[in-house]
C-alpha cells in the first residue's frame, strides 16, 4: 500500500488516501497522483478529460497513449 497525504509542520496529516501498489502498476504510465485514481483504484488513463490534463498539465501525447493501449 501506498499513502499520499499532506504532512503539516504541526506533524498532522490531511488529505490521506491509501492506494494499493498493484492499482499504481497497472496503470500504463505509473502515476504518482492520487487524483489520477478512481475510488474503485482504476486509473483514468482511459477518461478523455484526464488525458487531456495529462496532455496539458503533464507533457504526454496523444501518441503515448496509443502506445500504452498496445
Known sequence: MVQFNTLHPD?????VRTIAQDSL?????????PSHYRSDE???CDD??????MIKEWGYTQADFRKAKK
Not at 502498476?25 to 497522483?33: G, L, Q, R, V, Y
Open 11 to 15: 506533524g498532522t496529516l490531511t488529505n
Open 42 to 44: 482504476t486509473c483514468k
Open 48 to 53: 478523455p478529460a484526464e488525458q487531456a490534463k
Open 25 to 33: 502498476a497497472a496503470c500504463p504510465f505509473s502515476i504518482f497522483d
